[in-house]
């Protein structure tokens, strides 16, 4: 009902960009929210971004202005571009999504940064 599926992960190097996409199995403005999430091997999942209903844009402090998150209602997707990588953006990323009280996690995409 809520499957969410992430792709666009990969190897690249500091400074490049990648692109991530989260499509859904329903209509995305459906949701209350769809969110960005990372979370890096031995750390505690972390907020990136999300894009409300209504088009609302939130982003961690520590990532504005290099990540973007965006949307495309009639392909029902959620990206999200990331600009200029760090080795620390190194993680496993994963998108979220909120309907009423049901929350749906898509089963992530590995982004790696290493030269």
């Known amino acids: 009902q809520g499957q969410l599926v992430e792709s666009g992960g990969g190897l690249v190097q500091p400074g490049e960009s990648l692109r991530l996409s989260c499509s859904a199995s329903?209509?995305?403005?459906?949701?209350?929210?769809i969110g960005w999430y990372r979370q890096a091997p031995g750390k505690e999942r972390e907020f990136v971004a999300s894009?409300?209903?209504?088009?609302?844009?939130y982003y961690a402090d520590s990532l504005k202005g290099r990540f973007t998150v965006s949307r495309d209602a009639a392909k029902n997707t959620v990206y999200l571009q990331m600009n200029s990588l760090k080795p620390e953006d190194t993680a496993m990323y994963y998108c979220?999504?909120?309907?009423?009280?049901?929350?749906?996690w898509g089963q992530g995409t590995q982004v790696t940064v290493s030269s």
């Open positions: 894009i409300s209903r209504t088009g609302s844009m």
């Open positions: 979220k999504a909120v309907i009423m009280s049901a929350i749906y």
């Open positions: 329903r209509n995305i403005l459906s949701f209350s929210g």
